[in-house]
């Protein structure tokens, strides 16, 4: 749904949105830099 996607500023695919707050948008993150934002939401 690109009204959700434009409604957190993200302006370019892919994106990534945790807990309501973008992490990252418009590369395709690793998967290393993925697991780090995993275990910083967790903690």
Do not use: C, H, W
């Not at 959700?4 to 830099?33: K, Q």
């Amino acid at each position: 749904n690109m009204g959700r996607i434009t409604a957190y500023g993200v302006m370019s695919t892919p994106g990534i949105v945790m807990d309501g707050r973008v992490m990252g948008f418009g590369r395709l993150l690793s998967r290393e830099e993925i697991m780090e934002m995993l275990r910083e939401q967790k903690a």
